[in-house]
């Protein structure tokens, strides 16, 4: 087991990897902005380092510093969190250079997996459904107008390199698609620093679906099931996930497992990951993409299967094999996490920032709370909206959600404005309960209008 891990991230998932590595026996490094000196991250590790200024690009995203910050600090294996440096291929590759361990897989399945075109290429070889698309970026104007009328309209033109729910854009009819494909290959070159786009078939209202794996350095790999994340905002990112899916045949769940092995196995992954897929309402599923790092919502498979992922993540690195067997690992209840977030969902989601007066969580029975708030923090205005996560767990999903309820009434913070009470009224919907909803159903929801019920 390594001796010392550098956390290369800030907020709830920083002090989640901190609290893993605390359990584990491991020191543990945080590094920070000069905006979160008095981040709580800062002060649970056992030594923090400062990497810049504020900006992220400036710190959290500053390969040399966070590099230099492990080699001062004597740290062995970098954890990267999500988003930030965490599938960045390039910093992968540097720590193996200076020696340091990355706490995911390799550069080489990063790269693969981080090219979303590629991705669907490989998932199909692999033998997991896909889209109707194109299966590499679109190379000219006349390819993609070909590949269009092949795939057919509605379709959705997607950045090779797009993630968080960015760089994917709607096209409903031909006339549409050139001047569509232009605008998504800018936006693509700004956002991610590359203009390569492909087409994918447009689902109207899919559930969105995802399979967690765990995968070994010794050839294991397994799945933990699957969650269901299709309450998303406008810009699809998620709010609300759960785990099992509700209302899903067991035929699907089998099969969402199995293809999501396939894949994993296809690029010889090996650490946490996560296999997306879509669903649609005669329960056809489609891969839509893999996220080659730890998930915001990894807690409600924790909750679900008992296997702490964080701490697996590295042992995994620390070279340890799996003790788990598909065939024995079975769920346990059923989870739900609810993000709370610094955003006022009803202004189209318009961030809030603030000094924290009160920061009360809520507690009890089968309720966790992942979190870098403390009463008197300031919420920076650089960085993700995410203050906490809500996560239940219970015997069955309608205790489940009896618990959610309770622990939303109970959540008291002030002093920044927060999308709680948005989150409230989902919950309370009778589409949400009944298990029925697809990813329209927030945009649905905030218009006022039909909601749309998965069709099941
Ligand atoms: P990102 O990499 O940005 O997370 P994804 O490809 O995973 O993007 O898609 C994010 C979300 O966008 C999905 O959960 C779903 O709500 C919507 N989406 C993506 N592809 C499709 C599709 N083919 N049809 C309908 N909705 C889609």
Known sequence: ??????????????????????????????????ADR????????????????PPSTESYLNIPHILMAAQITGAEAIHPGYGYLSERSSFAEACAALGVKFIGPTPDAIAKMGDKSLARAIAHRAGAPVLPGTEHALQSEDEAVAAARAVGFPLLIKAAAGGGGRGIRRVM????????????????????GSPEVYLEKYIPEPRHIEVQILADEHGKVLHLFERECSIQNLRHQKMIEEAPAPCLKPETRRALGEAAVKVAQAVGYHNAGTIEFLVDSEENFYFIEMNTRLQVEHPVTEAITGVDIVQWQIRIAAGEPLPYEQDALAVQGHAIEARLTAEIPEQDFTPSTGRLSE?????????????????????????????????VHAPTREQALMRLQRALQETRIAGVQTCREFLRRVVQTDEFRA?????????????????PGGAR
């Open 1 to 34: 087991m390594f001796r010392k891990i550098l956390i290369a991230n800030r907020g709830e998932i920083a002090v989640r990897v901190i609290r893993a590595c605390k359990e584990l026996g491991v020191r543990s490094v945080a590094v920070y902005s000069e």
């Open 38 to 53: 008095d981040a709580l991250h800062v002060q649970l590790a056992d030594e923090a380092i400062c990497v810049g200024a």
């Open 173 to 192: 009819s031909e006339d549409d698609l050139l001047p569509a494909l232009r605008i998504a290959q800018s936006e693509a070159q700004a956002a991610f």
């Open 359 to 391: 920061w009360t969580p809520p507690g009890g029975p089968g309720v966790r709370v992942d979190s870098h708030l403390y009463t008197g923090y300031s919420v920076p205005p650089y960085y993700d909206p995410l203050l906490a996560k809500i996560i």
């Open 435 to 451: 298990g029925a909803v697809s990813t329209l159903f927030v945009s649905c929801l905030l218009k006022g209008a039909t909601l």
